[in-house]
């Protein structure tokens, strides 16, 4: 199988997923989202990469795009239709599937199936701040449109703190503003094919409230087997989101114990389960795109 993934061309990720799928005998490319150049005239699109001609490809995994996000979406459209290109996440190109890019798409879908998440208004506008604050204590966690990795998240302490967050933010279209869950740490749960297959507790370094590992947090197994309802809210949460690699964020209340999703990432970083865990994530994921190969689904 000849497999393209899009995005991260300096990650060990990616070469994990190259290592893998090599010692399976597939060939497995990898290009930036910025390679991409599509050349059209009548009757004729074709979509390439560099010297790569993407037709060849059985399967491409859009692992980050970006803002180039339409063009690559378009492209891979015509690739499926036309010559039976797997594509992985398939709901970017389903005309089943509606996408929002907007984490308020993600709130609905946990109220509608009775998913419990931090209290969280949403705002556009710092005109609406003080109304929205209504509903909250602080300490309050503000996080922008935009940020990954714990970049763009902040814990607040007062109304001029999370006034000036916002202002000082130009880029971003919308803020969340979440109840603070008093916790030590959060779980991360990795799932491939809406199955997870690992998770790890993330602990954060001393003076920081995220629990990012690319930010300094440390990392430990995670029993799955034990705690059947973790594993059960991040299956759920993946599937009902049509994320096939999915990492699932989940913090447990300090005091009551009960589970509160926080967010759910497409194209999660999985060096962290692998060192700490011992899971082959890599190797769960080359299995999950033969097994796409090789069905009739997508």
Not at 88 to 108: G, N, Q
Not at 109 to 129: A, D, Y
Not at 212 to 231: C, H, P, Q
């Amino acid at each position: 199988m000849k497999i393209l993934i899009v995005g991260k061309v300096t990650s060990g990720q990616t070469n994990r997923l190259k290592e893998e799928g090599g010692r399976r005998g597939h060939i497995v490319d990898n290009c930036s989202s910025y390679d991409l150049i599509i050349r059209t005239a009548k009757n004729f699109f074709k979509p390439a990469v560099g010297g790569l001609d993407l037709q060849k490809y059985n399967l491409i995994y859009l692992l980050t795009v970006g803002e180039r996000k339409w063009e690559w979406y378009i492209s891979c459209d015509y690739l499926h239709k036309n010559f039976g290109t797997k594509i992985v996440e398939f709901k970017m190109i389903d005309p089943a599937y509606k996408v929002y890019f907007t984490p308020t798409s993600e709130l609905i879908k946990q109220i509608e199936l009775g998913i419990r998440f931090p209290k969280t208004s949403i705002v556009l506008s710092i005109k609406t701040l003080r109304e929205a604050l209504k509903d909250f204590n602080f300490p309050v966690v503000i996080k922008n449109s935009y940020g990954q990795r714990g970049l763009g998240v902040s814990k607040v302490n007062s109304y001029k703190e999370i006034k000036r967050v916002i202002l000082k933010d130009k880029a971003s279209v919308s803020f969340q503003i979440r109840e603070f869950i008093p916790n030590d740490g959060d779980i991360r749960v990795f799932t491939v094919g809406y199955r997870a297959i690992g998770a790890m507790k993330r602990t954060p370094s001393q003076g920081d409230f995220r629990s990012n590992i690319s930010r300094g947090a440390k990392g430990e197994s995670f029993d799955l087997n034990k705690n059947s309802d973790i594993r059960e809210i991040a299956e759920k949460l993946s599937r009902i989101n049509h994320t096939e690699i999915a990492g699932v964020d989940i913090m447990l209340h300090k005091k009551t114990h009960r589970a509160y999703v926080l967010e759910i990432n497409r194209g999660p970083q999985f060096r962290g389960l692998e060192e700490f865990t011992g899971v082959n994530a890599a190797l769960e994921i080359i299995k999950y795109f033969e097994l796409l190969y090789e069905s009739r689904t997508h």
